[in-house]
């Protein structure tokens, strides 16, 4: 039974408790003029954008993190489109707005294009992490692979007043459970004057197991990975040397991140058909500890007063190996089982100039270049075999992005980039298990060349102080999935032929990129007191990318035409000084065309998609020192009837209730108590039941408390 009505009651207590209190401070909201958005090239502040934007500040985060120390939760609570998070080491089936996000660090990309091995939220830790830009729906301006949005988190550095500033922290989080307690310990120091200034941090996370409503333990995926039961330790340096009078700069970032399997259980296989979830028994799961690590070196150079304008220079690497757990493969007729890994490296450069007042139209224009270099295979651990052969993808881009007013009411922004990829496929074969008329199919290798140029264009109307409306034309331009079509489908031990017909990636159209047009239109309206924010949107890839489920369970890529709808809505309420009201309703639904006439005939697989959700939130300061906030998130029931894209899939809804407060107590440091799920709702995850396997059938996370302590010196 839903427990809606209930959670409202209790919502509408904590504000009628809220009014109560009257003499208390301002819980001091950023203000718009001072907070920039950076992914979309250049500094604008979010009333220029034409499009729907999302800043999860520094105390967004904090505050967040007292409920949950997981960035994939944060942004699937704060950000209307994203579907809700796994709570798992894989992030397979999380989506914005239906398609694939590109995920960034400082700018770097974090997503693999050739092979994605659906771990890129476990690549950083949150507390180093300074705020999250989003922007919602397709976009080229960072390059390939934001065909959903862009997510980049914006990494900590030292702030001016810093003098050798230490912070030591730590956290501990448990159900009351058997092995359900789990600790966190973080520090960082920072230094700042004019012309230095640097920034070290290191953090140490052990997860204990997880518990559901009723009690149970959650299961494990011993194959994709597991956060419960897990070690991550982070370690990050941001180092800056100011010259010229402060007029040019040098940044160096540098972080590792690692998080491993602990081994003291493994799963437990649900029943799906039965209504029964996953659970785990003590023992350690065959072979070497699943793990995610990504190292990340960033080089930044600024000019900030070259000529009538601004030099920004970026060179980086990245390097990200993911070790997935053993599993049925075949990769010999003798051999069953084996152990997966995919090893990723990334090198590129970011050139950009951004100037002003070229038209004397209260303009500003971004020239850029971009670079980069991929290298990625998928291997079996312990055989030795490629999964796929290996992969290298190279691209260059230039670009032009600007905005300028046309009247003192409307904004036109414009841009265009134009994207060159290679992709380059060493020869090799398939496993045994893999491939199209026959095992161990010949892969020959090559190279494949594409290009395009993508548009945008967009305008924002201010009617008047409080209130404009925004139309935007974007274009994203990805790749779809080229290592899982490159190790063939699978045909498991059924058949025993051998040297089957070729893949010949010369001549393989499903590996032509994705170009995804997205029309959207919005209006925002900023009050002394109320906000509120409203867009729907269109998005159409005439040759998309799906993940079709397979007979076996397992996903294969389609090439279809794919149309995906939706509409949001954000709006905080400023009820008094001290208590402040929030609201998010987000829609998304998607049609496929499955039968290859251009016209979308089927709904999508809503592995693809996200829920309706609703969320509700009341902040209340109860002095300038104390302040507290209750949310509750409820996803909507969904179902799509069997098709041709696959077999029915049906979702109940759920509603869960968080609860978070802080106090600062001054010198004397910071502390903070939060509780996930408060009324222990029991409640099978939205992946778990759309994807219709047992093997991935848990349940969500029960009532869970978290206690953490802070302190600067």
Do not use: C
């Not at 140029?453 to 274009?475: H, I, K």
Request: proline residues 3%.
């Amino acid at each position: 039974m839903s427990k809606l009505p209930f959670t409202l009651s209790v919502l509408a207590l904590s504000i009628a408790s809220a009014h109560a209190e009257t003499d208390t401070q301002n819980e001091g909201v950023q203000e718009m003029e001072t907070m920039v958005v950076t992914a979309t090239r250049y500094t604008q502040t979010p009333d220029k954008i034409a499009g729907a934007v999302t800043v999860i500040d520094a105390e967004d985060i904090e505050e967040q993190s007292i409920i949950s120390d997981d960035l994939t939760s944060i942004l699937a609570t704060l950000v209307p489109g994203i579907t809700p998070s796994r709570q798992k080491m894989s992030n397979q089936g999380e989506n914005l707005r239906g398609r694939q996000a590109l995920i960034m660090i400082d700018g770097v990309p974090q997503v693999n294009p050739l092979r994605n091995g659906n771990r890129y939220g476990y690549t950083i830790d949150p507390s180093m992490v300074e705020r999250i830009e989003v922007v919602n729906g397709a976009s080229a301006v960072q390059g390939m692979g934001a065909t959903g949005g862009i997510i980049n988190y914006i990494t900590k550095g030292a702030k001016p007043g810093d003098d050798w500033k230490q912070t030591v922290g730590t956290r501990v989080t448990s159900s009351f459970d058997n092995d359900s307690t789990g600790g966190k310990v973080f520090y960082n120091v920072s230094k700042y004057d004019d012309e230095f200034d640097l920034f070290f941090g290191g953090s140490w996370d052990q997860q204990g197991l997880y518990y559901d409503g009723n009690g149970n333990p959650i299961g494990m995926n011993d194959i994709q990975g597991e956060t419960q039961d897990s070690t991550a330790t982070d370690i990050f340096f941001k180092g800056g040397y100011n010259f010229d009078d402060g007029n040019q700069r040098i940044e160096l970032t540098a972080n590792t991140y690692t998080i491993e399997a602990n081994g003291n259980y493994k799963g437990v296989k649900g029943d799906f058909e039965n209504g029964i979830p996953g659970t785990v028994e003590p023992g350690s799961p065959s072979g070497e500890p699943v793990s995610n690590e990504a190292q990340l070196f960033n080089l930044q150079y600024t000019n900030y007063d070259l000529g009538n304008g601004m030099l920004t220079a970026q060179m980086f690497y990245q390097n990200y190996d993911a070790v997935f757990g053993e599993a049925t493969w075949y990769p010999t007729e003798t051999k069953v089982n084996d152990q997966g890994a995919i090893s990723s490296q990334k090198t590129g450069f970011k050139v950009g100039y951004e100037t002003y007042d070229l038209l004397d139209l209260d303009d500003t224009w971004v020239f850029g270049l971009d670079g980069l270099h991929d290298q990625t295979e998928q291997t079996l651990d312990q055989s030795g075999l490629n999964v796929t052969p290996l992969m290298e993808y190279y691209s260059l881009a230039p670009f032009v992005q600007g905005d300028f007013l046309v009247t003192d009411a409307l904004r036109l922004s414009t841009g265009v980039r134009y994207e060159s990829i290679r992709v380059k496929v060493s020869d090799g074969q398939t496993i045994y298990g893999y491939g199209v008329d026959g095992h161990n199919s010949e892969i020959i290798g090559g190279t494949q060349d594409s290009s395009k140029a993508v548009f945008n264009v967009g305008a924002v109307y201010t009617f008047t102080d409080e209130f404009s409306t925004f139309a935007s034309f974007n274009q994203g331009f990805g790749l779809p999935d080229i290592g899982r079509i490159l190790r063939g489908n699978w045909v498991g031990d059924a058949n025993p032929g051998q040297n089957g017909t070729p893949i010949d990636f010369n001549t393989m159209p499903a590996v032509e990129p994705v170009v995804t047009d997205n029309y959207e239109l919005g209006l925002t309206y900023r009050g002394d007191k109320l906000f509120v924010s409203a867009s729907t949107y269109m998005s159409i890839a005439k040759d998309g990318a799906n993940l079709a489920l397979n007979n076996n369970g397992t996903y294969d890529v389609e090439r279809q035409r794919t149309d995906i709808m939706g509409y949001e809505l954000t709006s905080t309420y400023q009820v008094l000084d001290s208590t402040k009201l929030s609201a998010m309703y987000a829609h998304v639904e998607g049609e496929v065309d499955t039968t290859g006439n251009g016209n979308v005939d089927s709904d999508m697989d809503l592995k693809n998609l996200t829920p309706d959700r609703l969320l509700l939130a009341v902040n209340h300061n109860f002095s300038d020192v104390l302040e507290s906030r209750i949310q509750y998130n409820y996803l909507f029931d969904s179902k799509k009837s069997a098709n041709n894209v696959g077999a029915e899939q049906n979702f109940d809804g759920y509603g869960l209730v968080d609860f978070s407060t802080h106090y600062d107590m001054r010198d004397k440091g910071r502390i903070a108590f939060g509780i996930e799920n408060v009324m222990d709702e029991q409640y099978i995850n939205y992946f778990s039941q759309i994807r219709n396997h047992s093997s991935y059938y848990f349940s969500g996370r029960g009532r869970t408390f978290s206690l953490s302590y802070e302190l600067d010196f």
